[in-house]
């Protein structure tokens, strides 16, 4: 399908880096943020990420999914087949507070 297909592995933070600096060098590219990944629909879920890996050579996506428990939830709500067209990249990010407090000190 031309998607970034890892094997649905989780990408350590090298090689999550180039994936980034690759994508980031394309003028589109549509970024999807599910804050709430272990509440969404995984049945519309999957046919979404279906569908955006079949037109990957013609609009570059970036899914961002916010996981309160761990990447092990993204396996376990979505089949392999599923999985398979995406590249699980992991980061973390500061709480809600300390990320308003950085910005009230401005």
Request: aromatic share 8%.
């Amino acid at each position: 399908t031309g998607s970034e297909v890892d094997d649905a592995a989780v990408g350590d933070s090298e090689e999550c880096d180039s994936t980034i600096k690759r994508i980031s060098k394309r003028p589109h590219v549509l970024v999807v943020i599910l804050p709430d990944f272990e509440c969404f629909n995984t049945t519309i879920l999957q046919d979404f990420i279906l569908m955006l890996s079949a037109y990957y050579t013609h609009l570059p996506f970036v899914l961002v999914f916010g996981v309160a428990t761990a990447v092990s939830a993204v396996h376990n709500a979505l089949p392999y087949h599923v999985t398979s067209k995406v590249k699980l990249c992991v980061f973390k990010t500061q709480t809600a507070p300390v990320c308003l407090n950085e910005v009230n000190k401005l």
